[in-house]
């Protein structure tokens, strides 16, 4: 039997980086380890957590003309 295991990290929110905005999908519960990836700036104090919303599609659709 060929089972097939997707490895898509579970996200309820982004934490987004306070100095340049990089973004890392995650879950409140679980800040991010270590540097920023883009700006270095440490992690402590330096990523502020922001939910998904009930209705979020993870696209722009505010901006989106039809």
């Known amino acids: 039997m060929n089972k097939e295991i997707l490895e898509t990290p579970i996200a309820d929110g982004e934490w987004e980086c306070d100095e340049c905005s990089h973004i ?28 998904y919303d009930a209705g979020w599609d993870g696209g722009d659709s505010e901006d989106s003309e039809e």
Not at 28 to 44: L, V
């Open 24 to 51: 890392i999908p995650g879950r409140a519960s679980k800040p991010p380890k270590g540097p920023c990836p883009d700006c270095g700036e440490p992690a402590d104090n330096s990523f502020t957590f922001f939910a």
